[in-house]
C-alpha cells in the first residue's frame, strides 16, 4: 500500500576495497554519472573515487527494501567484476596512487545546507593528494511542500532518525567531512519548484541491513505524523541534538531518546 504523505528515494555512495581491505578508486570501474550501468531498481555510477547508486523511488516500506537490497547486490556484483568488494566502512583513507586524477580532486558541486544555522555548509576540500574519503547514504524524500515546511521536516528527521543513528553507525569520522547535524538540501525541478528534501546527515550504514532500511522508512513516516511533537521537542534541546549527533555522543543521544519517549 502506497504511503500518501511522502515518496523515498536514496543515493549511497560506497568505498571500494581489494580482498586485503586496501581502498581503490572506483573511476573508470562502475560506469559515469552520463553513462552509468542500468540495476533493476537503480542506476550505477562513480562520483569522485566512490561508488554510488540512485535508486528508484519507493511509495512504501516493501519498496523501499526491495530497491535498495537489490541495489546493494547489483553494485557488489559490479565491482566483484573487478576483483573489488564493497566496503562497510563509512570512512577511509586511500593510497596515493588512487588520487592522481582531476576526477579525485572533485567535490560535490552544489550546496547543502545547516538547518540550525540557515546556511550554506563548507564544502570539503580534496585538493590533490588528500587521501580521506567519506560514504554517504542520502535520503532522497518527496512531500507536499504546501503542506509541510522543509526546515521543519529536517529537524524532525534529526529527532526520528539521525539521534538513532548515533547509537548503531560508528561513523563519526566520517562527520568531520559530511553529514552534521540539519545537513540537507531542498529538491528542486528544473522549473525551480521544490519537491521535497535531500537529509544528507546518514552515512550509509542502512544499506547493510534490512532492519536498519526499516528502522529508516518507519523513522521518516513519525517526523510526518508526528511533526508538531518533534518540532516542539527540538526548540527545547536544540543544541544536544546537535552535539549529539556532530560528536558522535550515545550516551546523550540515549538520554535525548529516553525523554522523548517517557
Known amino acids: 500500500m502506497s504511503n500518501s504523505e511522502f515518496t523515498l528515494g536514496a543515493d549511497p555512495e560506497f568505498l571500494l576495497e581489494d580482498m586485503d581491505g586496501v581502498l581503490k578508486s572506483a573511476e573508470g570501474k562502475i560506469g559515469t554519472e552520463d553513462l552509468p550501468r542500468i540495476g533493476t531498481y537503480c542506476s550505477m555510477f562513480e562520483d569522485n573515487i566512490l561508488a554510488e547508486v540512485n535508486t528508484k523511488v519507493a511509495s512504501n516500506s516493501e519498496e523501499f527494501l526491495r530497491y535498495s537490497s537489490e541495489a546493494l547486490r547489483e553494485i557488489s556484483n559490479i565491482a566483484e567484476e573487478r576483483n573489488l568488494y564493497i566496503s562497510r566502512r563509512s570512512y577511509g583513507q586511500f593510497e596515493d596512487s588512487e588520487l592522481n586524477t582531476i ?12 538547518v540550525y544555522k540557515m546556511a550554506e555548509n563548507e564544502v570539503p576540500s580534496f585538493e590533490k593528494g588528500f587521501p580521506y574519503r567519506s560514504a554517504a547514504g542520502h535520503l532522497h524524500i518527496g512531500f507536499d511542500i ?8 529536517v529537524k524532525s528527521l534529526d529527532i526520528s532518525i539521525g539521534l538513532n543513528s548515533v547509537l548503531v553507525d560508528n561513523g563519526n569520522k566520517r562527520r568531520q567531512l559530511y553529514g552534521k547535524a540539519g545537513c540537507h538540501r531542498p529538491q528542486i525541478t528544473s522549473e525551480d519548484l521544490y519537491t521535497g528534501v535531500e537529509y544528507r546527515v546518514l552515512s550509509n550504514y542502512w544499506m ?3 532492519e536498519y ?4 522508512y518507519n523513522g521518516i513516516s513519525i517526523a510526518f505524523s508526528e511533526i508538531k511533537d518533534l518540532v516542539h521537542f527540538s526548540r527545547i534541546y536544540e543544541s544536544d541534538i546537535q552535539q549529539s549527533i556532530n560528536e558522535g555522543d550515545c550516551d546523550k543521544a540515549a538520554n535525548l531518546l529516553e525523554v522523548l519517549n517517557g
Request: net charge negative; proline share 7%.
Open 103 to 114: 576526477q579525485s580532486e572533485k567535490a560535490g558541486c552544489e550546496p547543502d545546507y545547516d
Open 146 to 153: 504546501k503542506k509541510y515546511n522543509i526546515p521543519e521536516i
Open 208 to 210: 547493510f541491513y534490512s
Open 213 to 216: 532500511q526499516r528502522s529508516i
